[in-house]
C-alpha cells in the first residue's frame, strides 16, 4: 500500500477516518463543503493549520508521517508526495518566471542538476509550448497555470498526488483536457491519486475508488461504480439525487 | 406583441485593454421566459449582464425595455429598470452587506421599513422568520443565496437576472436553489435572464439557451433541441466536454 491512513482525527472536525490506496490507484474523497475533505488531505502532507492537531497514523510507503518533524516532511513534499490545489493563482509565484518555479522541486530536492533543460521537458509532457518557460503565471490562461502547477507536483514522480478541486476554478472544456492530463501522467508513472471533489461526474470520470464524507467522517466507501449506482447510506443517496440535474 | 427585452447588434470594446468584449449580439426575451445564457470564460455572459442592467454602456447596438431604451440614457432616468430588473449574483457573502441585518438587506430595496413584507419575503425563499434578526455570516452559502433572492424580490420585478447564482454552492444545495428559483419564477410570473457556464443547470431551469463564444451568440434556440440536436460545433464540444454524471456511470457499468 502506498498510503495507509488509520483513524485519523483533526481536533473534531475529522473523527476515525481510514482508508488506503494502493499502488497506481486512483479514489476520490467525495462531500459538501465543511465534510472534512481539505482537513484529511492537509494533515496527509503535514500542513494543516498550527491550531489544528491530526491524531491517529498515516504511512506513505510503510513510513509514519504523523509527529515526523517539520524538517522531514519537507524532504517528502515535492518528492515522495506532492499536491495540486483549486487555485492555480495562488499556488504559484507570481514574481517568478514559470521555467524556473517549475524546476524548483527538482532544484530543492536535488534530483537534476540541468534545470533549464528539466524545466523545457516539465513543460512540454504537460502540453505547454517551450516558450512559456519565459512567462510570468499572469500571462497565462487559468488552464496553463494549472498544467504548470500539475508539472511542478509530478517532477520528482512522487508516489503520492493528492489533488483538491483541481478543475473546479476552470471552464469546462479545459477541465476536460485537464483530467485527461492527470488521468494520463499519473497512469504512467503509476502515481497513487488522491482525488477531491464535490463534482460527481468528475470522481465517475477520474477514479476507481470513492469516499464518501459526512461531518468529518467517511460514512460510505466501495468501488465507484457500487456507490454512484448502489449508494448505501442516505446522505450518498442525497448527493446523487441532487447531482442528476438531468433526471427531470 | 413586443419583446420585454430586445437587444440589438449590441458591441462593446474596452479599449484601453483591446478587448472585444460583445461582438454583434442580438436577441429578444419574451415576457415569462427562462432565458439561458451559456459560455466560457471571456464569452461575454458578465459583460452582457452589466450591459442589461444598464450598469454600463454599449460602444454601439441597443437594449430596450418595454420599448424604453436602456442604453444612453443617464442613471436617473433609469428608475423604472432598477424596481423592474433585479439582479441575483454568483457570491452571496460579497452582495450582502455584513454589518446589516437580514431584515435591512431585504427591505433596503423598499426605502422603507416594513416588517409584514420582509416576512412575506423570507416566507417565500423558505427562510425562518428570526432569520430577519441576524447578519448574514450566520447563514451557510444556500441560504445566503436565499437571502440574496428575497433581496432582488422586494421590489416586485418582472425580471430577474440570475448570474451564476449557483455556481459557488454545494451540489446538495444547488438543486435546491435551482429549484427555488423556477418555483418563485412561475409563482411570481416572472421572467428570468439565467447565466451560467454549466450546461447542466442551464438545461434545468430554462427554456431557451444562448450559447455564447469571444463576444458572439453562436447559437440560440429552445433548450432540448439545442443539447439534442446542436447545430454549431462550439455547442457540440461544450456538451462533450460537460462532465455527465449518467454518461461517466455508462461507461464504467461497460467497463465492468
Known sequence: ?248 | MSSLIEVRDLERRYSRRDVHALRGVSFDVEPGQRFGIVGESGSGKSTLVRLLAGLDQPTSGSITFRGQRVDGVPERKLKFLRSELQIVFQDPMGSLDPRMRVRDIIGEPLGRVDRGRVAELLDAVGLPADAADRYPHQFSGGQRQRISIARALAPRPSVLVADEPVSALDVSVRAQILDLLADLVDRFELTMVFVSHDLGVVRHVCDTVAVMRRGEIVELGAVDQVYDQPAHEYTRELIAAAPSLRAALAKLTEGT
Not at chain 1, 515535492?78 to 517549475?102: D, Y
Not at chain 1, 492530463?181 to 477520474?206: G, P, W, Y
Open chain 1, 1 to 248: 500500500m502506498t498510503l495507509v491512513v488509520e483513524d485519523l482525527g483533526v481536533s473534531d472536525l475529522v473523527r476515525d477516518v481510514l482508508f488506503e490506496v494502493g499502488k497506481g490507484e486512483r479514489v476520490g474523497l467525495i462531500g459538501e463543503s465543511g465534510s472534512g475533505k481539505s482537513l484529511t488531505a492537509l494533515s496527509i502532507m503535514g500542513l494543516l493549520p498550527d491550531e489544528l492537531r491530526a491524531s491517529g497514523s498515516v504511512k506513505l510507503n510503510g513510513r509514519e508521517l504523523l509527529g515526523e518533524s517539520e524538517r522531514e516532511l519537507s524532504r517528502l513534499r515535492g518528492n515522495e508526495m506532492s499536491m495540486v490545489f483549486q487555485e492555480p493563482m495562488t499556488a504559484l509565484n507570481p514574481a517568478m518566471r514559470v521555467g524556473r518555479q517549475v524546476a524548483e522541486p527538482m532544484s530543492i530536492h536535488g534530483t537534476r542538476r540541468d534545470h533549464k533543460a528539466a524545466a523545457a521537458e516539465l513543460l512540454d509532457s504537460v502540453g505547454l509550448p517551450s516558450d512559456a518557460v519565459r512567462a510570468y503565471p499572469h500571462q497565462l490562461s487559468g488552464g496553463q497555470r494549472q498544467r504548470v502547477v500539475l508539472a511542478m507536483a509530478l517532477a520528482n514522480d512522487p508516489a503520492l498526488l493528492i489533488c483538491d478541486e483541481p478543475t473546479t476554478a476552470l471552464d469546462v472544456t479545459v477541465q476536460a483536457r485537464i483530467l485527461d492530463l492527470i488521468l494520463s501522467s499519473t497512469r504512467q508513472r503509476e502515481t497513487s491519486l488522491l482525488f477531491i471533489t464535490h463534482d460527481l461526474a468528475v470522481v465517475a470520470s477520474v477514479c476507481e475508488r470513492v469516499l464518501v464524507m459526512l461531518d468529518g467522517e467517511i460514512v460510505e466507501a466501495g468501488s465507484t461504480l457500487d456507490v454512484l449506482t448502489a449508494p448505501k447510506h442516505e446522505y450518498t443517496q442525497r448527493l446523487l439525487k441532487a447531482s442528476d440535474l438531468e433526471a427531470s
